[in-house]
């Protein structure tokens, strides 16, 4: 990416990445911001801090790496107040000529190496494709016909990460945060989204968390709507319908298969009369 294309992009880069430093709440983390955001649009390869410090500072690359390296792991900033100050900035632009059309929950997956990063296990990693050694971040974001902005990104912590004391002393993992399922974190990230006010639209899900019954409920339960792919086996209903209680045996045999009134099993779209 070249930021120096006489169009005034490199102004308008500044001036943005000076905006979401307002949240940072120390003037020493501006520079370092920065510059780290200048290496994820310009480093080729892995984005870690070594090949971001030689692309940002090629004549002083040790002090470079020092200072970005304190920065992505020391500085104790908030990636929430962050997230929120990207989506006041950038939310005005893609709602411009049309409101918000959709929620979408998703997660991403980082491929990793060893074991020590926060979170790191052998799991599905989307971008991989099968189960593989990554790290796992749920995600929220907002869509409109012509964009999209993430606005919740909350990693998860496997439950053998969330029971080993060791581990999570050794990684600096926070006493509060404690194992909860992807669709667990997803209602987390969609109530607090609600509460910092931003414009409600239907919620999208692929099956991962379409067929999870307690986060359809809970979405419910917050006035949302939502569409969410599901599994065949799953079981629905029409409208207006519930699963019909099992019927009397006398004791006798062996119990026959439960009828469930429309107990049709397919692939389709589920909305809020999925079982």
């Known amino acids: 990416m070249d930021l120096d294309d006489g169009a005034g992009a490199q102004a308008r880069f500044e001036q943005y990445t000076a905006d979401l430093a307002s949240v940072l709440g120390h003037a020493d983390r501006v520079r370092p911001f920065a510059d780290y955001c200048v290496g994820l649009l310009s ?3 892995r984005k870690s801090v070594e090949p971001l410090a030689a692309v940002t500072a090629p004549e002083r690359t040790a ?3 020092q200072s970005l390296l304190h920065f992505v792991a020391q500085a104790p900033w908030s990636d929430q107040a962050m997230l929120r100050r990207v989506r006041e900035c950038v939310l005005p632009s ?3 000529d049309e409101p918000i059309q959709a929620w ?3 997660d991403t997956g980082f491929p990793k190496k060893g074991s020590h990063s926060v979170g790191v296990a052998r799991q599905y990693c989307g971008q991989l494709g099968k189960q593989d050694n990554c790290q ?3 995600s929220l974001s907002v869509a409109t016909h012509q964009g999209s902005l993430p606005v919740a990104y909350r990693l998860y912590l496997p439950k053998d990460w969330a029971d080993d004391a060791a581990r ?3 990684a600096g993992v926070p006493d509060e945060v404690c194992f909860r399922t992807k669709p667990e974190i997803a209602l987390q990230l969609l109530r607090h989204a609600l509460v910092d006010g931003v414009p409600p639209a239907p919620v999208l899900m692929d099956p991962a968390y379409g067929n999870d019954s307690k986060l359809r409920a809970g979405i ?3 006035g949302l709507t939502y569409v969410a792919g599901i599994l065949p086996t799953t079981m629905v209903w029409r409208p207006g319908e519930a699963p019909l209680p099992p019927a009397s045996r006398a004791g006798r045999g062996r119990p026959g298969s439960e009828d469930t009134g429309f107990g049709t099993r397919c692939r389709r779209l589920a909305t809020d009369h999925v079982a």
């Open 43 to 45: 480093a080729e390869g």
């Open 63 to 65: 002090a470079q790496h």
């Open 94 to 96: 893609i709602t411009r």
């Open 104 to 106: 979408i929950v998703d």
């Open 136 to 138: 796992v971040a749920v």
């Open 168 to 170: 999570r002393a050794i």
């Open 220 to 222: 419910s339960e917050l």
